[in-house]
């Protein structure tokens, strides 16, 4: 078979794919403790891989793909906190490609479990070995290191073709504030905010872009000071968001405003969102979410009515052993029961928070 053959062909699967899955629901959120503002969670946890990075995983095969970076013999491989790997590895198998996922040790099992459950390898080694272990067995095996912390931002197609602001804005038509206040995203490449943050100035809306940065992670400072030279040590609590570097697809100059938000508070917002929901989600769904509050008790107060969008990253199933578990939580020290009691007492009934965000451009107006 012809190289173009092969592509053609592997493309033709990834598009077909995409044809026989539905958009994500758009899940609207009622605040008791702020009625005028209308919270609404783009639940990307449906997608077939479970997690937003599913868009991602997607986009970036096609990207590779219409490089002639992939090729019928390659190794895909990448760097990765669990849920990139995870959908890397379908559609690697959807195009009969071996697949290695470098990732931080502590990733969980359940995300370890779906990656080889997709027939892809785990190779396990420390935060800051996973850029340089990933180039290395590229090197080695002859294969195409995908690079999503390099490519998230300029793979997806931002004016159109279902992307998720287009689908977020296409939901939102028939609300009763179709254009939101805000949109709260939080950054883990640095992709989706991009995506957004082009979205809307593309269309000419006045929605504002806010990222929601966890601890041990360099985006918030990086935006507040400007310097995008900012590094350290470790690795985020909250899996799949976060960064010890400013990523390359991490564009400061379209982010409205950044909150820092406490550990803590991400994991009680989850417990929170599990009991007003029905169901649970992932850390950086709590992340996202103490934006949303933050914001929407800010509208409140000023008298604005309107809606707040946000992210629903993946589900709770792929952190049983971790955000879930009492055990794991206590040994880290984490209160997060008198936490979990202060986000209901903001949601339900418009306390303010007990922690004092940092907050960075029109988020500290």
């Known amino acids: 078979m012809s190289e173009r053959t092969w592509i053609r062909q592997a493309v033709q699967k990834i598009e077909a794919d995409f044809n026989r899955s539905a958009d994500t629901h758009l899940i609207p959120l009622p605040l008791p403790a702020y009625p005028g503002v209308h919270v609404y969670l783009k639940d990307e946890s449906s997608h077939p891989t479970g997690s937003l990075k599913h868009r991602l ?22 760097s990765s906190s669990g849920s990139t790997a995870v959908s890397e590895a379908y559609f690697a198998r959807l195009l009969g490609l071996p697949f290695v996922a470098v990732m931080p040790a502590a990733t969980s099992p359940e995300k370890i479990a779906a990656i080889q459950f997709y027939g892809g390898r785990c190779h396990l080694v420390a935060p800051h070995e996973v850029y340089g272990e990933s180039e290395r067995l590229a090197r080695e095996l002859g294969g195409h290191y995908m690079d999503q912390f390099t490519y998230a931002e300029r793979a997806t197609d931002w004016r159109s073709n279902n992307n998720i602001a287009e689908s977020i804005f296409s939901q939102l038509e028939r609300e009763p504030h179709p254009i939101p206040r805000w949109v709260v995203c939080s950054a883990g490449t640095g992709g989706t905010t991009a995506t ?16 929601a940065d966890p601890e041990n992670s360099v985006f918030f400072d990086a935006f507040a000071s400007g310097d995008s030279s900012i590094r350290i040590d470790g690795s985020s ?32 917002a989850i417990r929170w969102l599990e009991k007003a929901m029905g169901r649970r989600s992932g850390g950086s769904t709590g ?35 971790s955000y879930y578990n009492d055990k794991w939580i206590a040994e880290r020290g984490l209160a997060v029961g008198p936490a979990a009691e202060a986000v209901a007492g903001c949601a339900e009934r418009g306390e303010p928070l007990p922690w004092s965000l940092q907050a960075a451009g029109a988020c500290s107006a």
């Open 57 to 78: 995983a997607r986009s970036l095969f096609l990207y590779s793909l219409c490089n002639g970076w992939l090729h019928e013999k390659s190794t895909v491989i990448e």
């Open 287 to 321: 992340t996202n979410f103490i934006g949303v509050l933050q914001l929407a008790r800010r509208m409140h107060e000023a008298g604005e009515a309107g809606s707040i969008a946000t992210i629903l990253c993946d589900g709770g199933s792929r952190y049983g052993h």
């Open 196 to 211: 957004i943050g082009r979205f809307v100035r593309y269309r000419c809306h006045d929605t504002k872009v806010c990222v």
């Open 237 to 268: 609590l909250i899996e799949g968001i976060g960064r010890p570097r400013v990523e390359k697809s991490f564009l400061p100059e379209i982010v409205d405003g950044m909150f820092k938000i406490p550990d803590v508070a991400s994991l009680a």
